[in-house]
Nanobody
Framework: QVQLVESGGGLAQPGGSLGLSCAAS????????MGWYRQGPEKQRYVVAA????????YYADSVKGRFTISADFAKKTVYLQMNSLKPEDTAVYYC?????WGQGTQVTVSS
């Protein structure tokens, strides 16, 4: 079984920054393919960013390119999402995902 535990999140002002972490444990060898999704009031989850094979470019949704950075510590089985230049439309519950496993979600709120 794979467990994913997010940390971080909270309240930020527009233009501010927040950092999220997701630690994986259990039956997992690597975190290639691990991604971040977000779910707003419409309840639809959208992929935000995902880790790819080392040496390859990570995936980013167009809405966050240039503002968010996903990074990974493969030895620690931890993926991070650094969110800069936050906008109110970034407000959502952010979920870590790998395969069929999901984290519990962490709330990110961006408001003045």
């Amino acid at each position: 079984q794979v467990q994913l535990v997010e940390s971080g999140g909270g309240l930020a002002q527009p233009g501010g920054s927040l950092g999220l972490s997701c630690a994986a444990s259990g039956s997992i060898f690597n975190i290639v393919g691990m991604g971040w999704y977000r779910q707003g009031p419409e309840k639809q989850r959208y992929v935000v960013a995902a880790v790819t094979t080392p040496g390859s470019a990570n995936y980013y949704a167009d809405s966050v390119k240039g503002r968010f950075t996903i990074s990974a510590d493969f030895a620690k089985k931890t993926v991070y999402l650094q969110m800069n230049s936050l906008k109110p439309e970034d407000t959502a519950v952010y979920y870590c995902q790998l395969g069929t496993s999901w984290g519990q979600g962490t709330q990110v709120t961006v408001s003045s």
